[in-house]
């Protein structure tokens, strides 16, 4: 359902409708990647700009210290962390947090694929959000 007071609701809701469908299609227990490719085929289907694997710089202080790779950057707006674990736990949403923080975006999702009913959380950068709002009102 898209609800208007979400950012990007169209996206993640047609994202989450793919990652739903290849979860009921291949179930849960396989390793991640194996997600992520049929989550590419799915999101090729409903022709959705995406890039995978995703090579995003990591900065600290102003200063480039590293790299890492988001699973999915749809529309160029919308980061997507996936998981292949039977249970989700503090440390993969602060992981998934941090890399929204980290790539400069402000909404994403953590799909976990690993429990037998498809999981997914959505992100929001709250310091990105925040300093829109102080924007709007200044």
């Known amino acids: 359902m898209i609800k208007e007071e979400y950012k990007y609701s169209a996206i993640t809701e047609k994202i989450i409708g793919c990652a ?3 979860h009921n299609t291949l179930g849960n227990g396989f390793q991640e990647v194996i997600y992520q ?5 799915e999101l090729g289907k409903i022709n959705i700009n995406y890039a995978r694997e995703v090579e ?6 102003d200063q480039e210290i ?11 707006k919308v980061l997507v ?3 292949a674990l039977t249970l989700l736990e503090d440390v993969h949403l602060a ?9 400069d975006l402000e909404v994403g999702l953590l799909i976990n694929f690993g429990a037998r009913k498809l999981e997914f959380k959505r992100l929001t950068n709250e ?7 102080e924007t709007k009102t200044s």
């Open 81 to 83: 962390e996936l998981k």
């Open 20 to 22: 739903m469908k290849v």
């Open 66 to 76: 590293g790299t890492r790779r988001v699973d999915f950057l749809v529309e160029a």
């Open 95 to 103: 992981q998934a947090l941090n890399y929204l923080e980290a790539f």
């Open 56 to 61: 995003m710089p990591i900065h600290y202080d």
């Open 127 to 133: 310091r990105k959000h925040l300093a829109k709002q």
């Open 37 to 41: 490719r049929a989550l590419a085929i």
